[in-house]
Nanobody
């Protein structure tokens, strides 16, 4: 079955960087689009970034554009979210998603 496992979350200072990873299994990874979502306390889950299959077209939420980068390694069945110049409002649980399948999330805390 489809499995998604996020990692790489933690504490980062404002302005710092963090790289999240999502390891995927149970499907033909290279053929499926991959997404990162985030959910802060008391807020709805929001789409952060998307990367398509094959052509690797990327889309970002306006709030993270030019700070975050989504990428994928089809040989390793992994998708990444490079978070640069982080802000306190980036603090959330970050989830990997493809079609109807979600990972369990990884916590990102942005604080000095």
């Amino acid at each position: 079955q489809v499995q998604l496992q996020e990692s790489g979350g933690g504490l980062v200072q404002p302005g710092g960087s963090l790289r999240l990873s999502c390891a995927a299994s149970g499907f033909t990874f290279s053929s499926w689009p991959m997404n990162w979502y985030c959910q802060a306390p008391g807020k709805n889950r929001e789409l952060v970034a998307t990367i398509t299959s094959y052509h690797d077209a990327m889309n970002y939420a306006r709030s993270v554009r030019r700070r975050f980068t989504i990428s994928r390694d089809n040989a390793k069945n992994k998708v990444y979210l490079q978070m640069n110049n982080t802000r306190p409002e980036d603090a959330a649980i970050y989830y990997c998603k493809t079609y109807g399948h979600w990972g369990q999330g990884t916590q990102v805390t942005v604080s000095s």
